[in-house]
């Protein structure tokens, strides 16, 4: 059975939210089973290797060091331990490591067993290499694991492994756009800020509320509506929450209009953007605001808080500017 084939097999059960520790409640990781992996160097130190290029085309390369290609060659040697197990890609990066995994068929280990394994096997290569039997771990405890069970996952995680060099070296040559701002006071409120903060002085902004009782005829309407002013250089503010909001505020991203999205949920400590909103970010096109703290658990959203970002909206599209 190829990779696609066991893929549709899959049904989505949702993703592990980002945590070195937290594991999927009641996965087999026994079990056959795609995976992407992230370990992180201790204390975030730049050991694997550097990223040369601005990020501005597709020449940022990852450049590894002796221990990055060490760890590179002990990944690899992990199927001569465990048969069923393939590597189906990998991406070093300075400070951390990325990498997808196929359990072929059930392992009689836990797949954290497997992962530890290969973390000893690092430890070992990095003494060797310094030369110095008392260094610390070379990796952070735990790991992260993704679960990849939908087909239109793995191509995307695999374009994003890929993708890591230029990203950071956009985000060392524009750093202001990629990191947690706290404290970022507008129209009389406090937030914590992801992106370019400069869109709330904006000659024009304007709130994106929609009632949940429009048809699809009323939102078609209300989208063309709100594009022709993001066309005239109107800034998009809105929480997306209704489907009218989520429509117009998608197709204004789609478009590369800049928009401001507020967020229920704040920003963990190291959070960044994902997916396209990492190119928004680099293009000064997104700025994401969160009013209230961040938190791992999943909660549903209360009508008082989605009235108050929706007032929130508001009071950024009228107001003068942030501070």
């Known amino acids: 059975m190829n990779q696609d084939e066991f893929l549709k097999k899959k049904q989505w059960a949702g993703e592990l939210r980002p945590s070195m520790k937290r594991r999927r409640v009641g996965h087999d990781y026994h079990g056959r089973c795609i995976y992407m992996i992230t370990l992180v160097v201790d204390q975030r130190r730049p050991l694997l290797g550097t990223v040369t290029g601005n990020g501005t085309t597709q020449t940022a390369v990852f450049s590894p060091y002796p221990l990055g290609k060490a760890v590179i060659e002990a990944l690899h040697d992990i199927p001569r331990f465990y048969p069923d197990i393939d590597i189906w890609g990998a991406q070093p990066m300075p400070d951390h490591l990325h990498f997808i995994i196929f359990v072929k068929k059930p392992i009689p280990v836990h797949l954290g067993t497997v992962i530890n394994g290969f973390k000893v096997a690092c430890n070992r290569i990095y003494r060797q290499l310094m030369a110095d039997n008392d260094l610390p771990a070379l990796w952070e405890t735990g790991y992260n694991d993704r679960i990849i069970d939908h087909k239109d996952q793995l191509p995307r995680l695999k374009g994003y492994l ?51 009782r429009l048809t699809q005829e009323d939102i078609n309407r209300y989208c063309q509506h709100y594009l022709a002013l993001a066309r005239e250089g109107a800034v998009l503010v809105s929480p997306s929450i209704s489907p009218g909001e989520k429509t117009i505020m998608r197709a204004a991203f789609d478009h590369g209009y800049p928009v401001i999205i507020l967020l229920e949920n704040g920003f963990a400590p190291l959070a960044k953007p994902g997916g396209k909103r990492f190119d928004a970010c680099a293009n000064g096109k997104l700025l994401l605001l969160a009013p209230w703290p961040h938190h791992n658990d999943h909660r549903t959203i209360s009508r008082q808080q989605c009235n108050d970002l929706n007032d929130m909206a508001r009071d950024i599209a009228c107001h003068n500017g942030h501070g």
Do not use: E
């Open 162 to 212: 890929q993708d890591n060099p230029r990203r950071l070296a956009i985000k060392r040559s524009q750093p202001r756009l990629f990191s947690v701002q706290h404290n970022v006071h507008a129209a009389g409120h406090n937030f914590a800020a992801l992106g370019n903060i400069f869109l709330l002085d904006a000659p024009q902004r304007v709130a994106v509320k929609c009632s949940r």
